[in-house]
């Protein structure tokens, strides 16, 4: 099965434009020229490389100067003093759609999160509805499921979530705008 792929966390992306996404939050400062802890929110790490340049909620953008990984510490460019970096405690670092599939390399079988909503869900002939976003939950992804029409005037609920595990998720066709899962009638007569 594919590994949807995700680029922003689910609790803020309401709240942004379409085409902004999440990836990032700044952290305390670290040492003494202007290193801040980084708190990634993506399954991309290797996208917050030197130059990279991220936009800020108040528009601005910033530019990497560097990033450590393993201790999770970014410099960005311009900012050299702890006082200088601490007004940037707390920022979250955006980016947008197509900037995120140029950095962001898939393999073969996986998909982006905000390729998925308005895909149409089937359990064999049988519309579940169609996805409205993908929301992780702790360590797993689930797909939101707006309910079909026909399936709730059936005294279902308007919305139901499925895990994006092998066990339910068959097939992924972006090209045909549709998503084959097992099980998911259950889940949705459970909910």
């Known amino acids: 099965m594919a590994k949807v792929t995700v680029s922003m966390s689910n609790r803020f992306r309401n709240s942004l434009p379409q085409h902004l996404l999440h990836v990032a939050t700044l952290g305390r400062t670290v040492g003494l020229k202007g290193d801040m802890k980084l708190n990634v929110l993506s399954d991309f790490p290797e996208q917050f490389s030197p130059n990279s340049t991220f936009i800020l909620e108040n528009g601005e953008e910033i ?7 393993q ?73 939101l499921i707006k309910t079909d029409g026909t399936l709730v005037s059936q005294n279902h609920p308007e919305t139901f979530l499925i895990p994006y595990l092998d066990h339910f998720v068959m097939n992924v066709d972006l090209e045909h705008k549709k998503v084959d899962v097992n099980g998911g009638l259950d889940l949705l007569e459970a909910s």
């Open 63 to 69: 530019t990497l100067a560097s990033y450590h990984a």
């Open 71 to 143: 201790r999770e510490l970014v410099r960005i460019k311009g900012v050299e003093t702890p006082e200088a970096a601490k007004k940037l405690t707390n920022a979250k670092l955006f980016t947008t759609h197509e900037v995120t599939r140029e950095r962001c390399k898939l393999s073969e079988g996986e998909f982006f999160w905000f390729d998925l909503p308005g895909l149409s869900v089937f359990e064999g002939v049988l519309l579940l509805g169609s996805i409205l976003e993908v929301e992780r939950i702790g360590p797993q992804d689930y797909l």
